[in-house]
Nanobody
């Protein structure tokens, strides 16, 4: 059974950084298109970034381009999201997923709160 477990969230001041991790198991991670999505309070799920197998090319939603970096370690079955220059509007629960909308595969999430 596929399982995704997110970690690494926390409380950070505006302009700060965090690194989120996602441990994957139960499927062939190295062949999977992986995504990070987020859900801000009172809002729906928002796609954040995608990383592709093979060349690890990536796509980002416009609001995080140049600030967030998605990466993967296929040897460890791990997915990462480096969050830099955080803004208050980045506050959300962050999830990793190996499917597209509605991202049913996502784990329990990790909370990122950006506040001074």
């Amino acid at each position: 059974e596929a399982q995704l477990v997110e970690s690494g969230g926390g409380l950070v001041q505006p302009g700060g950084s965090l690194r989120l991790s996602c441990a994957a198991s139960g499927f062939t991670f190295s062949n999977a298109v992986m995504r990070w999505v987020r859900q801000a309070p009172g809002k729906g799920l928002e796609w954040v970034a995608t990383i592709y197998p093979g060349d690890s090319s990536a796509d980002y939603t416009d609001s995080v381009k140049g600030r967030f970096t998605i990466s993967r370690d296929n040897a460890k079955n791990m997915l990462y999201l480096q969050l830099n220059s955080l803004k208050t509007e980045d506050t959300a629960m962050y999830y990793c997923a190996d499917d597209g909308p509605p991202y049913s595969s996502r784990g329990q999430g990790t909370q990122v709160t950006v506040s001074s």
